[in-house]
């Protein structure tokens, strides 16, 4: 590739980069729904014309995002895995990381929620959409790969059969958990339960589900 190929496809990337981030701060201010094209193009600082060649609508940004989201988070799992040796040990921490992403980053876990509950029709090869599967399905193998070593090392049953549909039991248990714990916070008050002790327990709870079960004595 030429030099002048290369510069014009990085200031391509650029310019593309520099729209999802303007979309990031539209939709946080004015909400998906209220959002519309031209705010981001005037957030971008660039034409509605220049919006529409990168993304063909809303959905696509959303999209866009959605795959920043899942590369971080990811990139936050990988780190979190890295600071225990046993598997079980390493899925807590991957728990704790994913409230802790959500919490400081509000944006890319609602993109996430919107996400979970609108999934497209169809998926074309190459597409934004088969983009943000293939980043989810990066930050599930992370999960299996915790739950194979916990297997390994003693500290996961080896019963499992599934090791992949685990990571996904466990993805849907955490993400409905936090949703809760962010819409629920009046109502965990009142009964006395502070939030962060909420996801602990719970946390705490889906993982006794992997923890070996004892052999019954004679």
């Given at each position: 590739?030429?030099?002048?190929?290369?510069?014009?496809?990085?200031?391509?990337?650029?310019?593309?980069?520099?729209?999802?981030?303007?979309?990031?701060?539209?939709?946080?201010?004015?909400?998906?729904?209220?959002?519309?094209?031209?705010?981001?193009?005037?957030?971008?600082?660039?034409?509605?014309?220049?919006?529409?060649?990168?993304?063909?609508?809303?959905?696509?940004?959303?999209?866009?995002?959605?795959?920043?989201?899942?590369?971080?988070?990811?990139?936050?799992?990988?780190?979190?895995?890295?600071?225990?040796?046993?598997?079980?040990?390493?899925?807590?921490?991957?728990?704790?990381?994913?409230?802790?992403?959500?919490?400081?980053?509000?944006?890319?876990?609602?993109?996430?929620?919107?996400?979970?509950?609108?999934?497209?029709?169809?998926?074309?090869?190459?597409?934004?959409?088969?983009?943000?599967?293939?980043?989810?399905?990066?930050?599930?193998?992370?999960t299996?790969?915790c739950?194979e070593?916990?297997?390994?090392?003693?500290?996961?049953?080896?019963?499992?059969e599934?090791?992949?549909?685990s990571?996904?039991?466990?993805?849907?248990?955490?993400?409905?958990?936090?949703?809760?714990?962010?819409?629920?916070?009046?109502?965990?008050?009142?009964?006395?339960?502070?939030?962060?002790?909420?996801?602990?327990?719970?946390?705490?709870?889906?993982?006794?589900?992997?923890?070996?079960?004892?052999?019954?004595?004679?």
């Amino acid at each position: 590739m030429s030099d002048l190929r290369q510069r014009r496809e990085e200031e391509k990337e650029q310019r593309r980069e520099a729209i999802v981030d303007a979309a990031e701060l539209v939709f946080t201010e004015s909400g998906f729904d209220a959002a519309k094209m031209e705010d981001v193009a005037r957030q971008a600082r660039v034409s509605r014309a220049l919006v529409y060649l990168y993304f063909r609508n809303k959905a696509e940004l959303h999209l866009a995002i959605c795959a920043r989201a899942l590369t971080l988070l990811r990139e936050r799992f990988v780190a979190a895995a890295a600071t225990h040796a046993r598997g079980h040990d390493q899925v807590l921490a991957l728990g704790r990381s994913y409230f802790a992403f959500a919490d400081e980053l509000p944006c890319y876990f609602q993109a996430l929620t919107r996400l979970e509950a609108h999934p497209p029709e169809q998926i074309a090869p190459d597409s934004i959409e088969q983009t943000v599967m293939d980043c989810g399905l990066a930050v599930h193998m992370v999960t299996v790969e915790c739950i194979e070593r916990g297997m390994r090392d003693g500290s996961i049953r080896a019963d499992l059969e599934h090791p992949l549909l685990s990571a996904l039991s466990l993805w849907a248990f955490t993400h409905g958990l936090i949703q809760l714990a962010r819409t629920k916070r009046h109502f965990f008050s009142r009964v006395g339960i502070g939030t962060e002790r909420f996801v602990e327990y719970a946390i705490e709870l889906a993982a006794r589900g992997l923890r070996p079960v004892p052999e019954k004595s004679a």
